[in-house]
């Protein structure tokens, strides 16, 4: 099982940046893909994820409007689309999966994914 997310770069505020991440893992479309943060001194936050089944996504307050998560299942990728960056963006980003049974409470918490790529490193300047 194989997990990377690339796309990070040094952009600056209102740019944009697209992450993907690729999966190599059987059965990809059962898993919820899911996106998390990690900036210098604080905790891993969740950013965002998507429910295969009914197509649902999730959001973190602080990214709503301006980024958007999709993913293609034909070729096992998830995406982070990010637009209209911050300063308060910067972070190592990392993409993760969890079963498709996570309940929706649970999809917020990293400890419910149980599959994660090495992060991509987004830096936004003022």
């Known amino acids: 099982v194989q997990l990377q997310a690339s796309g990070g770069g040094l952009v600056q505020a209102g740019d944009s940046l697209r992450l993907t991440c690729a999966a190599s893992?059987?059965?990809?479309?059962?898993?919820?893909v899911g996106w998390f943060r990690q900036a210098p001194g604080k905790e891993r936050e969740f950013v965002a994820a998507?429910?295969?089944?009914?197509?649902?996504?999730y959001y973190t307050d602080s990214v709503k409007g301006r980024f958007t998560i999709s993913r293609d299942n034909a070729k096992g990728t998830g995406t982070l689309q990010m637009n209209s960056l911050k300063p308060e963006d910067t972070a190592i980003y990392y993409c993760?999966?969890?079963?498709?049974?996570?309940?929706?409470?649970?999809?917020?918490?990293?400890?419910?994914?149980?599959?994660w790529g090495k992060g991509t490193l987004v830096t936004v300047s003022s």
């Open positions: 993760a999966l969890a079963p498709g049974s996570t309940i929706t409470s649970s999809m917020y918490s990293a400890r419910s994914y149980n599959i």
């Open positions: 893992v059987q059965d990809f479309r059962s898993y919820v």
């Open positions: 998507f429910r295969n089944r009914g197509g649902t996504t």
